[in-house]
T-cell receptor, first 115, second 113 residues
Framework: GEEVAQTPKHLVRGEGQKAKLYCAPI?????VFWYQQVLKNEFKFLIS????????ETGMPKERFSAKCLPNSPCSLEIQATKLEDSAVYFC?????????????FGQGTRLTVV | QKEVEQDPGPLSVPEGAIVSLNCTYS??????FMWYRQYSRKGPELLMY????GNKEDGRFTAQVDKSSKYISLFIRDSQPSDSATYLC?????????????FGQGTRLTINP
């Protein structure tokens, strides 16, 4: 597709439940990035992929967060046992290059609310 | 101290005014400097990026980078109500061979007709 498609747009989970978010990158883009935007617009880098391989996972809270990008499937970000502080908008971006990130295009985000 | 500091505003100006948005940073390793516009409940949209110190102009927008002062600016001339959005500065950094963006907090801008 010509845009990064994120689903669902909104997700509400009770504390302790699992949350799974999906991202379909722009066709032909090899790199996918996940960011978490919390209150006051703070963007936090989580993880990036080059095709199905993890490129950089230095931002991932590994205890409860996991992510995958499998061939012919949307990428996914999964949060096990959600906590209140996981409430945020999760953005996915895709890029042809993993180095020149200025060319990354963002999806519209998934708003996760943990209650 | 955050790596990138940006005044969150809000900033409200009348239509037609010149808007100045600024960010400071602490890490001299940053290589690319970007400005994103984010409308409410939308993803960030890249406006401009620069690599070196100096000015870069694109229509009504001018991006300015001063590496010696670790200071970047975005100027919007002849501001329009449609420019009302949150503006995020972002800077790229290479860590362990991978480049990632570090965002500022964003400035919420309102242009009043």
């Amino acid at each position: 597709g010509e845009e990064v498609a994120q689903t669902p747009k909104h997700l509400v989970r009770g504390e302790g439940q699992k949350a799974k978010l999906y991202c379909a990158p722009i066709k032909g883009h090899s790199y996918v990035f996940w960011y978490q935007q919390v209150l006051k617009n703070e963007f936090k880098f989580l993880i990036s992929f080059q095709n199905e391989n993890v490129f950089d996972e230095t931002g991932m809270p590994k205890e409860r967060f996991s992510a995958k990008c499998l061939p012919n499937s949307p990428c996914s970000l999964e949060i096990q046992a959600t906590k209140l502080e996981d409430s945020a908008v999760y953005f996915c971006a895709s890029s042809q290059s993993g180095v020149f990130i200025a060319e990354a295009f963002f999806g519209q985000g998934t708003r996760l609310t943990v209650v | 101290q955050k790596e990138v500091e940006q005044d969150p505003g809000p900033l409200s100006v009348p239509e037609g005014a010149i808007v100045s948005l600024n960010c400071t940073y602490s890490n001299s390793a940053f290589q690319y400097f970007m400005w994103y516009r984010q409308y409410s409940r939308k993803g960030p949209e890249l406006l401009m990026y620069t690599y070196s110190s100096g000015n870069k102009e694109d229509g009504r927008f001018t991006a300015q980078v001063d590496k010696s002062s670790k200071y970047i600016s975005l100027f919007i001339r002849d501001s329009q109500p449609s420019d009302s959005a949150t503006y995020l500065c972002a800077m790229s950094l290479i860590i362990q061979g991978a480049q990632k963006l570090v965002f500022g907090q964003g400035t919420r801008l309102t242009i009043n007709p």
